[in-house]
């Protein structure tokens, strides 16, 4: 089952909406290139094509994935309980320096954000998952264990 975010939803949402619109425009990319003539040696045509294939392989992935996904709801939640959608402030143990990270259902790829994303199905994600103010996390990284304390769930 894959959780997501509100936020996760509507980004998701947004993502199909695009690719709805991108249809007619590769559609009409088509058009104009099979108007061109012989269609055995139009690389537009071919190409086109192929930016059309690629947006209903990602329509289908998408479709997918919103139907199948368990949207979370932090309101019932435990405030003093990482969750989906948490953005938890955590003590390295060794090095004593704090960092934010957010579990999310989907990473953006967003890198100027003030803090480091991590799905449920990470090491990190796994590792705070349903964790509590207070408790000390250990994070098998590929580097090592890690050990990081929850300072605090804004």
Do not use: W
Request: proline share 3%; glycine share 8%; net charge negative.
């Amino acid at each position: 089952m894959d959780y997501i975010t509100p936020d996760d939803k509507a980004r998701l949402e947004e993502q199909l909406k695009e690719c709805f619109r991108q249809r007619r425009v590769l559609s009409e990319r088509i058009g104009v290139a099979r108007s061109l003539g012989d269609l055995r040696e139009n690389g537009d045509y071919h190409a086109a094509k192929e930016d059309q294939g690629l947006n209903e392989a990602k329509i289908r992935q998408l479709e997918a994935r919103l139907s199948s996904a368990v949207v979370a709801d932090n309101g019932n939640m435990p405030k003093d309980v990482v969750f989906l959608g948490a953005t938890v402030k955590l003590r390295d143990i060794e090095s004593e320096s704090e960092e934010l990270f957010k579990l999310v259902g989907e990473a953006t790829g967003d890198f100027e954000a003030e803090y480091v994303e991590v799905t449920p199905t990470s090491p990190m994600g796994e590792a705070l998952m349903k964790a509590r103010v207070g408790e000390v996390v250990k994070v098998i990284l590929r580097r090592g264990e890690r050990r990081f304390e929850i300072v605090e769930i804004l």
